[in-house]
């Protein structure tokens, strides 16, 4: 069974920092993708950002692209969102997900597992 439990949520000022994590367990991860995707009041989930746990090779929306990290950790099958300079936009839940071999990491469609959320609250 595959489990994905997100952590690390809260409130912050803007221009604060944050760090969720995503502990993953249940299938070997090397072969898969993991993404971390946002859905704020009123509006469709959106993806944030994606990585390849067997290249590292990561994917950012636009919109988060030099403010948000990426990163996985092998041996605790964890992956982390460091998010700094937040803007009260990103104020969402956020949800990790895996994903077999996507050809495109944004497309939510792609992911097969998801977690249960964490909630990030920006105050402006």
């Known amino acids: 069974q595959v489990q994905l439990v997100e952590s690390g949520g809260g409130l912050v000022q803007a221009g604060g920092s944050l760090r969720l994590s995503c502990a993953a367990s249940?299938?070997?991860?090397?072969?898969?993708?993991m993404g971390w995707f946002r859905q704020a009041p009123g509006k469709e989930r959106e993806f944030v950002a994606a990585i390849s746990w067997s290249t590292g090779r990561t994917y950012y929306a636009d919109s988060v692209k030099g403010r948000f990290t990426i990163s996985r950790d092998n041996a605790k099958n964890t992956v982390y969102l460091q998010m700094n300079s937040l803007k009260p936009e990103d104020t969402a839940v956020y949800y990790c997900?895996?994903?077999?071999?996507?050809?495109?990491?944004?497309?939510?469609?792609?992911?097969?597992?998801w977690g249960q959320g964490t909630q990030v609250t920006v105050s402006s």
């Open positions: 997900a895996t994903a077999p071999h996507p050809n495109d990491y944004s497309d939510s469609g792609t992911y097969d597992y």
């Open positions: 249940g299938r070997t991860f090397s072969s898969y993708a």
